[in-house]
T-cell receptor, first 114, second 108 residues
Framework: DTGVSQDPRHKITKRGQNVTFRCDPI?????LYWYRQTLGQGPEFLTY????????KSRLLSDRFSAERPKGSFSTLEIQRTEQGDSAMYLC????????????FGPGTRLTVT | KNEVEQSPQNLTAQEGEFITINCSYS?????LHWLQQHPGGGIVSLFM?????KKHGRLIATINIQEKHSSLHITASHPRDSAVYIC??????????WGAGTKLIIKP
């Protein structure tokens, strides 16, 4: 399967713990996006990368959140000192600037903070 | 005023009906993205179109660039089409500006 993959699919953690999610984009895609979606709401943009450069971060991305894409391929999103309000679905998408703007989404990582 | 507006917000129809969801946008470059999300599921890209019409199976998307309006049609609707349908307009950095979504329920 050459689609966008995310790992893990589900994560339950206790408040105060750190969590890290991984996203593997479609291999030829140079852009990678992270979104957060809470129940009944649309996706909220968090950040995006073009190759290894992080070009924009939303104000939603507090200093407890950090994202990396060290080699311009997979990306990680880390949340430190998790809070119950961090419980959400974290979505990753990728696109290619040479093939138009269409974003392809991964299945998401559902985080539950207890 | 939202930059990307969808209507209706909710739509319930009987199986077999022809479905139309509308999207108007005031921002973005001249293209529009239609996406689908089933309850509890991930987001699936349906169409990205910048002109005319695209068709995939029972789904048809049209766009009028001059009027900045797009429609998503579903022919011969089926209960498995029940989902949230979202339109999104890419801005000049190709980031998506999202509509609020249309929750579609198809009753058998």
């Amino acid at each position: 399967d050459t689609g966008v993959s995310q790992d893990p699919r589900h994560k339950i953690t206790k408040r105060g713990q750190n969590v890290t999610f991984r996203c593997d984009p479609i291999s030829e895609h140079n852009r990678l996006y992270w979104y957060r979606q809470t129940l009944g709401q649309g996706p909220e943009f968090l950040t995006y990368f073009q190759n290894e450069a992080q070009l924009e971060k939303s104000r939603l991305l507090s200093d407890r959140f950090s994202a990396e894409r060290p080699k311009g391929s997979f990306s990680t999103l880390e949340i430190q000192r998790t809070e119950q309000g961090d419980s959400a679905m974290y979505l990753c998408a990728s696109s290619s600037t040479s093939q138009g703007y269409e974003q392809y989404f991964g299945p998401g990582t559902r985080l539950t903070v207890t | 005023k939202n930059e990307v507006e969808q209507s209706p917000q909710n739509l319930t129809a009987q199986e077999g009906e022809f479905i139309t969801i509308n999207c108007s946008y005031s921002v973005g470059i001249s293209a529009l993205h239609w996406l689908q999300q089933h309850p509890g599921g991930g987001i699936v890209s349906l169409f990205m179109l910048s002109s005319g019409k695209k068709k995939h199976g029972r789904l048809i998307a049209t766009i009028n660039i001059q009027e900045k309006h797009s429609s998503l049609h579903i022919t011969a609707s089926h209960p498995r089409d029940s989902a949230v349908y979202i339109c999104a307009a890419p801005d000049s950095n190709y980031q998506l500006i999202w509509g609020a979504g249309t929750k579609l329920i198809i009753k058998p």
